[in-house]
Protein backbone atom coordinates (compact mmCIF):
# COMPACT_ATOMS: atom_id res chain seq x y z
CA UNK A 1 0.00 0.00 0.00
CA UNK A 2 1.26 3.45 -0.65
CA UNK A 3 2.08 5.72 2.15
CA UNK A 4 0.78 9.34 1.66
CA UNK A 5 5.02 9.75 2.45
CA UNK A 6 5.61 8.15 -0.93
CA UNK A 7 5.04 11.20 -2.39
CA UNK A 8 6.28 13.75 -0.61
CA UNK A 9 9.66 15.68 -2.20
CA UNK A 10 12.26 16.97 0.13
CA UNK A 11 14.91 19.72 -0.97
CA UNK A 12 17.79 19.57 1.10
CA UNK A 13 20.61 22.86 1.10
CA UNK A 14 23.75 23.32 2.91
CA UNK A 15 27.05 24.09 1.91
CA UNK A 16 27.89 21.40 3.89
CA UNK A 17 28.27 17.87 1.95
CA UNK A 18 28.60 16.23 5.24
CA UNK A 19 25.05 17.38 6.75
CA UNK A 20 23.48 16.82 3.68
CA UNK A 21 24.36 13.64 3.19
CA UNK A 22 23.05 12.70 6.47
CA UNK A 23 19.92 14.36 6.18
CA UNK A 24 19.25 13.08 3.17
CA UNK A 25 20.11 9.40 3.99
CA UNK A 26 17.44 9.96 7.39
CA UNK A 27 15.08 10.80 5.45
CA UNK A 28 14.88 8.62 2.46
CA UNK A 29 14.91 5.65 4.81
CA UNK A 30 12.04 7.81 6.54
CA UNK A 31 10.21 7.16 3.10
CA UNK A 32 10.55 11.01 1.65
CA UNK A 33 12.42 11.19 -1.76
CA UNK A 34 15.08 13.81 -1.22
CA UNK A 35 16.99 15.81 -3.18
CA UNK A 36 19.87 17.90 -2.20
CA UNK A 37 21.48 21.16 -3.44
CA UNK A 38 24.90 22.76 -1.85
CA UNK A 39 23.65 26.63 -2.02
CA UNK A 40 20.61 28.81 -2.30
CA UNK A 41 21.43 29.66 -6.08
CA UNK A 42 21.17 25.60 -6.90
CA UNK A 43 18.16 25.34 -4.43
CA UNK A 44 16.17 28.40 -6.56
CA UNK A 45 17.16 26.62 -9.70
CA UNK A 46 16.19 22.60 -8.57
CA UNK A 47 12.56 24.59 -7.61
CA UNK A 48 11.72 26.17 -10.72
CA UNK A 49 11.77 22.79 -12.28
CA UNK A 50 10.64 20.00 -9.95
CA UNK A 51 7.64 20.45 -7.22
CA UNK A 52 9.05 20.64 -3.75
CA UNK A 53 6.84 19.76 -0.55
CA UNK A 54 9.60 20.93 2.02
CA UNK A 55 12.66 22.42 1.77
CA UNK A 56 15.45 21.95 4.67
CA UNK A 57 18.01 24.52 4.44
CA UNK A 58 20.76 25.57 6.50
CA UNK A 59 20.89 29.55 7.81
CA UNK A 60 24.78 30.60 7.24
CA UNK A 61 26.12 29.86 4.22
CA UNK A 62 28.58 31.20 1.92
CA UNK A 63 27.55 33.21 -0.48
CA UNK A 64 23.68 34.08 0.08
CA UNK A 65 22.58 32.94 3.34
CA UNK A 66 19.02 30.27 3.90
CA UNK A 67 16.97 33.49 4.89
CA UNK A 68 17.20 34.87 0.91
CA UNK A 69 15.70 31.59 0.36
CA UNK A 70 12.89 31.38 3.37
CA UNK A 71 12.15 34.76 1.43
CA UNK A 72 12.30 33.51 -2.33
CA UNK A 73 9.84 30.51 -1.51
CA UNK A 74 7.58 32.60 0.59
CA UNK A 75 7.21 35.01 -2.45
CA UNK A 76 7.12 32.44 -5.20
CA UNK A 77 6.38 29.35 -3.88
CA UNK A 78 3.27 30.13 -1.42
CA UNK A 79 3.01 27.11 1.06
CA UNK A 80 5.96 25.20 0.39
CA UNK A 81 7.37 23.82 3.71
CA UNK A 82 10.18 25.36 6.04
CA UNK A 83 12.42 23.85 8.05
CA UNK A 84 15.53 26.22 8.77
CA UNK A 85 18.77 24.63 10.35
CA UNK A 86 20.60 26.42 12.58
CA UNK A 87 24.31 26.73 14.13
CA UNK A 88 23.82 27.04 18.34
CA UNK A 89 24.51 30.40 18.23
CA UNK A 90 22.26 32.06 15.58
CA UNK A 91 19.02 31.51 18.02
CA UNK A 92 17.81 35.07 17.12
CA UNK A 93 18.44 34.46 13.34
CA UNK A 94 15.97 31.30 13.74
CA UNK A 95 13.69 33.59 15.49
CA UNK A 96 13.79 36.02 12.47
CA UNK A 97 13.32 33.24 9.82
CA UNK A 98 10.18 31.83 11.88
CA UNK A 99 9.28 35.04 10.89
CA UNK A 100 9.95 35.45 7.28
CA UNK A 101 8.17 32.51 6.83
CA UNK A 102 10.25 29.42 7.98
CA UNK A 103 7.72 26.51 9.64
CA UNK A 104 10.16 24.65 11.85
CA UNK A 105 14.18 25.27 13.03
CA UNK A 106 16.45 22.71 14.16
CA UNK A 107 20.06 23.81 15.92
CA UNK A 108 22.37 21.48 14.49
CA UNK A 109 23.76 19.05 15.95
CA UNK A 110 20.70 17.33 16.00
CA UNK A 111 19.72 13.35 16.29
CA UNK A 112 17.39 11.58 14.20
CA UNK A 113 14.17 12.06 15.54
CA UNK A 114 14.48 15.78 15.84
CA UNK A 115 14.97 16.22 12.33
CA UNK A 116 12.21 13.55 11.93
CA UNK A 117 10.01 15.49 13.72
CA UNK A 118 10.65 19.13 12.79
CA UNK A 119 10.06 17.98 9.04
CA UNK A 120 6.54 15.86 9.84
CA UNK A 121 5.19 18.72 11.99
CA UNK A 122 6.14 21.52 9.19
CA UNK A 123 4.31 18.96 6.80
CA UNK A 124 1.81 18.78 8.93
CA UNK A 125 1.31 22.62 8.73
CA UNK A 126 2.26 22.34 4.99
CA UNK A 127 -1.25 20.21 4.49
CA UNK A 128 -3.23 22.98 6.39
CA UNK A 129 -2.38 25.29 4.12
CA UNK A 130 -3.35 23.07 1.06
CA UNK A 131 -6.25 22.11 2.72
CA UNK A 132 -7.32 25.52 3.15
CA UNK A 133 -6.12 27.47 0.24
CA UNK A 134 -4.54 25.24 -2.46
CA UNK A 135 -3.44 26.55 -4.98
CA UNK A 136 -3.83 24.53 -8.11
CA UNK A 137 -6.66 23.47 -7.34
CA UNK A 138 -9.17 25.63 -5.99
CA UNK A 139 -11.92 24.23 -3.31
CA UNK A 140 -15.35 24.69 -4.81
CA UNK A 141 -17.74 24.79 -2.14
CA UNK A 142 -20.80 25.09 -4.91
CA UNK A 143 -23.96 24.06 -3.35
CA UNK A 144 -22.53 23.20 0.11
CA UNK A 145 -20.25 20.47 -2.10
CA UNK A 146 -16.78 20.98 -0.98
CA UNK A 147 -13.86 19.46 -3.15
CA UNK A 148 -10.83 20.74 -4.86
CA UNK A 149 -10.64 16.94 -6.62
CA UNK A 150 -10.34 16.56 -10.38
CA UNK A 151 -12.53 13.76 -9.92
CA UNK A 152 -15.36 16.57 -8.73
CA UNK A 153 -15.02 18.33 -10.75
CA UNK A 154 -16.22 16.26 -13.68
CA UNK A 155 -19.50 15.71 -11.39
CA UNK A 156 -19.78 19.48 -10.76
CA UNK A 157 -19.72 19.85 -14.25
CA UNK A 158 -22.39 17.16 -15.44
CA UNK A 159 -24.48 19.05 -12.35
CA UNK A 160 -24.51 22.12 -14.38
CA UNK A 161 -25.97 20.42 -16.90
CA UNK A 162 -28.55 18.40 -14.97
CA UNK A 163 -29.63 21.52 -13.39
CA UNK A 164 -31.24 23.79 -15.63
CA UNK A 165 -32.74 21.08 -17.34
CA UNK A 166 -36.17 18.60 -17.28
CA UNK A 167 -34.16 15.11 -17.99
CA UNK A 168 -34.47 12.50 -15.53
CA UNK A 169 -31.26 12.16 -13.35
CA UNK A 170 -29.53 9.15 -12.58
CA UNK A 171 -26.99 9.54 -9.06
CA UNK A 172 -24.75 6.67 -8.15
CA UNK A 173 -22.31 6.43 -5.85
CA UNK A 174 -21.32 4.46 -2.88
CA UNK A 175 -22.81 5.06 0.62
CA UNK A 176 -22.10 8.26 1.82
CA UNK A 177 -20.51 9.87 -1.19
CA UNK A 178 -23.43 12.80 -1.10
CA UNK A 179 -25.71 11.83 -3.66
CA UNK A 180 -28.54 13.33 -1.77
CA UNK A 181 -26.81 16.46 -1.54
CA UNK A 182 -26.53 16.42 -5.42
CA UNK A 183 -29.82 16.20 -5.67
CA UNK A 184 -30.90 18.58 -3.52
CA UNK A 185 -28.45 21.00 -5.39
CA UNK A 186 -29.56 20.22 -8.59
CA UNK A 187 -33.04 20.99 -7.41
CA UNK A 188 -32.23 24.06 -6.00
CA UNK A 189 -29.96 25.85 -8.42
CA UNK A 190 -32.89 24.67 -11.40
CA UNK A 191 -35.86 26.51 -12.63
CA UNK A 192 -37.72 24.40 -10.40
CA UNK A 193 -36.73 25.75 -7.07
CA UNK A 194 -39.97 27.77 -5.76
CA UNK A 195 -41.80 24.68 -5.92
CA UNK A 196 -41.12 21.08 -3.39
CA UNK A 197 -38.10 18.85 -3.58
CA UNK A 198 -39.65 15.50 -2.25
CA UNK A 199 -37.25 12.77 -1.23
CA UNK A 200 -39.08 9.54 -0.73
CA UNK A 201 -36.49 6.45 0.51
CA UNK A 202 -37.58 3.78 -1.96
CA UNK A 203 -35.81 0.87 0.34
CA UNK A 204 -37.51 2.29 3.12
CA UNK A 205 -41.38 2.15 2.37
CA UNK A 206 -42.89 -1.65 2.96
CA UNK A 207 -44.17 -2.28 -0.21
CA UNK A 208 -47.66 -3.16 0.34
CA UNK A 209 -47.31 0.88 1.35
CA UNK A 210 -45.12 2.59 -1.32
CA UNK A 211 -48.04 2.52 -3.92
CA UNK A 212 -50.26 4.66 -1.98
CA UNK A 213 -47.42 7.18 -0.57
CA UNK A 214 -46.43 7.81 -3.93
CA UNK A 215 -49.07 8.34 -5.76
CA UNK A 216 -51.73 8.76 -3.30
CA UNK A 217 -55.51 7.63 -2.90
CA UNK A 218 -59.32 8.40 -2.94
CA UNK A 219 -61.43 8.30 0.01
CA UNK A 220 -62.99 4.58 0.08
CA UNK A 221 -60.11 3.33 -2.13
CA UNK A 222 -59.47 0.58 0.87
CA UNK A 223 -60.41 -0.23 3.88
CA UNK A 224 -58.94 2.31 5.99
CA UNK A 225 -58.56 4.94 3.56
CA UNK A 226 -61.36 7.54 5.36
CA UNK A 227 -59.76 10.75 3.27
CA UNK A 228 -58.74 11.35 0.08
CA UNK A 229 -54.63 11.78 0.39
CA UNK A 230 -52.07 13.05 -2.33
CA UNK A 231 -48.94 11.33 -2.78
CA UNK A 232 -45.63 12.28 -3.20
CA UNK A 233 -46.01 12.73 -6.68
CA UNK A 234 -48.45 15.40 -6.28
CA UNK A 235 -47.07 16.73 -3.41
CA UNK A 236 -44.01 17.33 -5.42
CA UNK A 237 -46.16 19.11 -8.66
CA UNK A 238 -43.93 21.38 -10.38
CA UNK A 239 -41.11 20.32 -8.25
CA UNK A 240 -38.73 17.55 -8.41
CA UNK A 241 -39.09 14.16 -6.30
CA UNK A 242 -36.00 12.41 -5.19
CA UNK A 243 -36.38 8.42 -5.27
CA UNK A 244 -33.69 7.24 -3.41
CA UNK A 245 -32.42 3.65 -3.02
CA UNK A 246 -34.17 3.27 -6.35
CA UNK A 247 -32.77 -0.06 -7.38
CA UNK A 248 -34.71 -1.59 -4.02
CA UNK A 249 -38.10 -0.87 -5.81
CA UNK A 250 -39.85 -4.02 -6.41
CA UNK A 251 -40.51 -5.57 -10.16
CA UNK A 252 -44.73 -4.37 -9.85
CA UNK A 253 -43.44 -0.89 -8.56
CA UNK A 254 -41.03 -0.84 -11.33
CA UNK A 255 -43.53 -1.07 -13.84
CA UNK A 256 -45.91 1.16 -12.05
CA UNK A 257 -42.73 4.21 -12.26
CA UNK A 258 -42.04 3.10 -15.28
CA UNK A 259 -45.72 3.99 -16.68
CA UNK A 260 -45.58 7.90 -14.70
CA UNK A 261 -42.25 8.40 -16.53
CA UNK A 262 -43.99 7.43 -20.30
CA UNK A 263 -46.77 9.35 -19.71
CA UNK A 264 -46.30 11.85 -17.10
CA UNK A 265 -49.95 10.45 -15.94
CA UNK A 266 -50.76 9.44 -11.99
CA UNK A 267 -53.25 6.50 -11.13
CA UNK A 268 -54.41 7.64 -7.69
CA UNK A 269 -55.39 4.21 -5.89
CA UNK A 270 -59.33 4.48 -6.22
CA UNK A 271 -59.40 6.92 -9.18
CA UNK A 272 -60.18 6.01 -12.73
CA UNK A 273 -58.92 8.45 -14.94
CA UNK A 274 -55.01 9.47 -14.37
CA UNK A 275 -54.01 12.83 -13.72
CA UNK A 276 -51.52 14.74 -15.35
CA UNK A 277 -48.47 15.66 -13.24
CA UNK A 278 -45.32 17.94 -13.71
CA UNK A 279 -42.80 16.27 -11.80
CA UNK A 280 -38.62 15.90 -12.40
CA UNK A 281 -37.33 12.83 -11.25
CA UNK A 282 -33.97 12.79 -9.67
CA UNK A 283 -33.09 8.77 -8.66
CA UNK A 284 -29.90 7.67 -6.84
CA UNK A 285 -28.59 4.84 -6.28
CA UNK A 286 -25.77 2.82 -4.58
CA UNK A 287 -26.24 -0.26 -6.47
CA UNK A 288 -24.66 -1.49 -10.13
CA UNK A 289 -27.65 -1.26 -11.76
CA UNK A 290 -26.72 -2.22 -15.18
CA UNK A 291 -25.75 -5.61 -13.46
CA UNK A 292 -29.48 -5.69 -11.79
CA UNK A 293 -30.73 -5.12 -15.19
CA UNK A 294 -28.39 -8.14 -16.83
CA UNK A 295 -29.66 -9.98 -13.69
CA UNK A 296 -33.59 -9.49 -14.78
CA UNK A 297 -33.72 -7.74 -10.94
CA UNK A 298 -34.74 -3.80 -12.43
CA UNK A 299 -36.40 -3.23 -15.67
CA UNK A 300 -34.25 -2.14 -18.83
CA UNK A 301 -36.62 0.17 -20.33
CA UNK A 302 -36.91 1.67 -16.67
CA UNK A 303 -33.30 2.09 -16.38
CA UNK A 304 -32.74 3.75 -19.65
CA UNK A 305 -35.42 6.25 -18.45
CA UNK A 306 -33.88 7.21 -14.86
CA UNK A 307 -30.34 6.98 -16.92
CA UNK A 308 -31.02 9.57 -19.01
CA UNK A 309 -28.45 12.03 -17.21
CA UNK A 310 -26.35 9.81 -15.26
CA UNK A 311 -24.02 11.28 -12.41
CA UNK A 312 -21.21 9.14 -11.03
CA UNK A 313 -19.87 10.54 -7.08
CA UNK A 314 -16.60 9.22 -7.36
CA UNK A 315 -15.31 7.60 -3.65
CA UNK A 316 -13.92 9.56 -1.12
CA UNK A 317 -10.28 7.51 -1.42
CA UNK A 318 -10.44 8.73 -5.41
CA UNK A 319 -10.93 12.33 -3.83
CA UNK A 320 -6.96 12.95 -3.32
CA UNK A 321 -6.63 16.31 -1.05
CA UNK A 322 -10.93 16.40 -0.69
CA UNK A 323 -10.28 13.98 2.48
CA UNK A 324 -7.72 16.89 4.02
CA UNK A 325 -10.19 20.17 3.11
CA UNK A 326 -13.28 18.03 4.63
CA UNK A 327 -11.49 17.12 7.79
CA UNK A 328 -10.91 20.96 8.08
CA UNK A 329 -14.48 21.95 6.97
CA UNK A 330 -16.53 19.69 9.64
CA UNK A 331 -13.62 20.21 12.61
CA UNK A 332 -14.63 23.91 12.18
CA UNK A 333 -17.85 22.85 11.42
CA UNK A 334 -18.52 20.95 15.11
CA UNK A 335 -15.79 22.68 16.68
CA UNK A 336 -18.56 26.01 16.16
CA UNK A 337 -21.39 24.72 17.35
CA UNK A 338 -19.77 23.97 20.62
CA UNK A 339 -18.21 27.33 20.50
CA UNK A 340 -14.71 26.43 21.02
CA UNK A 341 -11.55 26.59 17.54
CA UNK A 342 -11.28 23.67 15.71
CA UNK A 343 -7.99 21.68 17.11
CA UNK A 344 -6.00 21.15 14.73
CA UNK A 345 -4.44 18.15 13.32
CA UNK A 346 -0.91 16.36 13.44
CA UNK A 347 0.86 15.69 10.58
CA UNK A 348 0.53 12.04 11.25
CA UNK A 349 -2.87 12.04 12.02
CA UNK A 350 -3.71 14.27 8.52
CA UNK A 351 -1.44 11.24 6.75
CA UNK A 352 -3.00 8.49 8.50
CA UNK A 353 -6.97 9.94 7.32
CA UNK A 354 -5.50 10.54 3.84
CA UNK A 355 -4.47 6.54 3.40
CA UNK A 356 -7.57 5.50 5.36
CA UNK A 357 -9.85 3.48 2.39
CA UNK A 358 -12.90 5.43 3.92
CA UNK A 359 -15.45 2.44 3.04
CA UNK A 360 -18.53 4.89 4.62
CA UNK A 361 -17.19 8.30 2.40
CA UNK A 362 -17.81 11.60 3.82
CA UNK A 363 -20.36 10.76 5.90
CA UNK A 364 -18.20 8.20 7.61
CA UNK A 365 -15.68 11.05 7.77
CA UNK A 366 -17.90 13.58 9.13
CA UNK A 367 -19.34 11.20 11.95
CA UNK A 368 -15.47 10.54 13.02
CA UNK A 369 -14.62 14.11 12.98
CA UNK A 370 -17.31 15.11 14.92
CA UNK A 371 -16.47 12.61 17.58
CA UNK A 372 -12.76 13.46 17.83
CA UNK A 373 -14.11 17.32 18.30
CA UNK A 374 -15.80 16.45 20.99
CA UNK A 375 -13.75 13.68 22.46
CA UNK A 376 -10.09 15.57 22.36
CA UNK A 377 -8.64 16.51 25.25
CA UNK A 378 -5.85 17.98 24.40
CA UNK A 379 -5.53 21.06 22.03
CA UNK A 380 -4.20 19.19 19.11
CA UNK A 381 -5.46 15.75 16.96
CA UNK A 382 -2.55 13.12 17.03
CA UNK A 383 -2.82 9.75 15.72
CA UNK A 384 -3.70 7.91 19.01
CA UNK A 385 -6.62 9.53 18.65
CA UNK A 386 -8.16 8.23 16.01
CA UNK A 387 -9.61 4.99 15.55
CA UNK A 388 -7.44 1.88 16.00
CA UNK A 389 -9.04 0.20 12.54
CA UNK A 390 -8.03 3.62 11.32
CA UNK A 391 -4.28 3.51 12.25
CA UNK A 392 -4.34 -0.39 11.35
CA UNK A 393 -5.55 -0.06 7.83
CA UNK A 394 -3.24 2.48 7.30
CA UNK A 395 0.05 0.98 8.01
CA UNK A 396 1.46 -0.59 5.35
CA UNK A 397 4.04 -2.61 6.99
CA UNK A 398 1.23 -4.47 8.92
CA UNK A 399 -0.43 -5.12 5.75
CA UNK A 400 2.31 -6.28 3.85
CA UNK A 401 2.87 -8.85 6.70
CA UNK A 402 -0.47 -9.66 7.15
CA UNK A 403 -1.85 -13.02 5.72
CA UNK A 404 -4.71 -12.81 3.09
CA UNK A 405 -7.12 -13.88 5.58
CA UNK A 406 -6.15 -10.99 7.99
CA UNK A 407 -6.47 -8.86 5.35
CA UNK A 408 -9.56 -9.74 4.43
CA UNK A 409 -10.50 -9.65 8.09
CA UNK A 410 -9.33 -6.48 8.52
CA UNK A 411 -11.14 -4.74 5.48
CA UNK A 412 -14.26 -6.50 6.48
CA UNK A 413 -14.13 -4.66 10.06
CA UNK A 414 -13.25 -1.69 8.15
CA UNK A 415 -16.37 -1.75 5.87
CA UNK A 416 -18.61 -2.60 8.75
CA UNK A 417 -17.30 0.36 10.98
CA UNK A 418 -17.42 2.42 7.92
CA UNK A 419 -21.20 1.92 7.37
CA UNK A 420 -22.13 1.74 11.27
CA UNK A 421 -22.67 -1.90 11.08
CA UNK A 422 -25.07 -2.17 8.67
CA UNK A 423 -25.14 -5.46 7.13
CA UNK A 424 -27.15 -5.00 3.76
CA UNK A 425 -24.90 -1.84 3.00
CA UNK A 426 -21.46 -3.75 4.25
CA UNK A 427 -22.42 -6.58 2.05
CA UNK A 428 -23.06 -4.38 -0.99
CA UNK A 429 -19.75 -2.44 -1.10
CA UNK A 430 -17.92 -5.72 -0.57
CA UNK A 431 -19.63 -7.34 -3.47
CA UNK A 432 -20.68 -9.99 -1.79
CA UNK A 433 -24.04 -11.34 -0.36
CA UNK A 434 -25.36 -10.72 3.20
CA UNK A 435 -25.20 -14.72 3.52
CA UNK A 436 -21.29 -14.83 2.61
CA UNK A 437 -20.81 -11.58 4.99
CA UNK A 438 -22.09 -13.24 7.98
CA UNK A 439 -20.15 -16.19 7.19
CA UNK A 440 -16.97 -14.17 6.87
CA UNK A 441 -18.16 -12.10 10.19
CA UNK A 442 -18.37 -15.67 11.94
CA UNK A 443 -15.45 -17.01 10.34
CA UNK A 444 -13.20 -14.22 11.82
N1 LIG B 1 -18.61 17.12 -0.95
C1 LIG B 1 -19.19 17.27 0.26
N2 LIG B 1 -18.92 18.38 0.99
C2 LIG B 1 -19.48 18.54 2.20
N3 LIG B 1 -20.31 17.66 2.77
C3 LIG B 1 -20.63 16.56 2.09
C4 LIG B 1 -20.08 16.29 0.80
N4 LIG B 1 -20.57 15.13 0.36
C5 LIG B 1 -21.36 14.65 1.32
N5 LIG B 1 -21.42 15.50 2.38
C6 LIG B 1 -22.16 15.26 3.64
O1 LIG B 1 -21.99 13.88 3.93
C7 LIG B 1 -23.20 13.31 4.41
C8 LIG B 1 -23.65 12.22 3.48
O2 LIG B 1 -24.12 12.76 2.26
P1 LIG B 1 -25.44 12.22 1.54
O3 LIG B 1 -26.50 11.89 2.53
O4 LIG B 1 -25.79 13.15 0.45
O5 LIG B 1 -24.83 10.88 0.95
P2 LIG B 1 -25.55 9.69 0.18
O6 LIG B 1 -24.68 9.36 -0.98
O7 LIG B 1 -26.97 10.03 -0.08
O8 LIG B 1 -25.44 8.51 1.21
P3 LIG B 1 -26.34 7.15 1.34
O9 LIG B 1 -26.03 6.30 0.16
O10 LIG B 1 -25.81 6.56 2.60
O11 LIG B 1 -27.75 7.60 1.42
C9 LIG B 1 -24.17 14.46 4.52
O12 LIG B 1 -24.12 14.97 5.84
C10 LIG B 1 -23.65 15.48 3.53
O13 LIG B 1 -24.01 16.78 3.91
MG1 LIG C 1 -28.70 9.11 0.71
Request: glycine fraction near 8%; include cysteine; charged fraction near 25%.
Amino acid sequence: MATIKNTVRLLAVDDSADTLEVVQRQLTAAGYEVITAPGVAEAVRALGTVKVDLVITDLRMPRSDGMELVRHVRENLGETAIVMLTGYASIPNAVEAMQTGADEYLAKPFTEEELLHAVTSALGRLRLRRAGAPTDEPVSSEWGLLSASPAMRRVFRDMKKASPSNATVLISGESGTGKELVARAIHYQGPRRAAPFVPVNCGGIPDGLLESELFGYRKGAFTGASESRAGFFQTAEGGSIFLDEVAELSLPMQAALLRVLQDKMVYMIGVRQPAAVDVRVLAATNRDLQRLVEQGKFREDLYYRLNVLPIVLPPLRERGDDVLILVRHFAEKFAGEMRKKAPPFTERALALLQAYSWPGNVRELENIVQRLVLMVERDVIDAADLPALMRFSADGDVQQDSSLAEAEAAHVRAVLAGVNGNKTRAAQILGIDRKTLREKIKEH
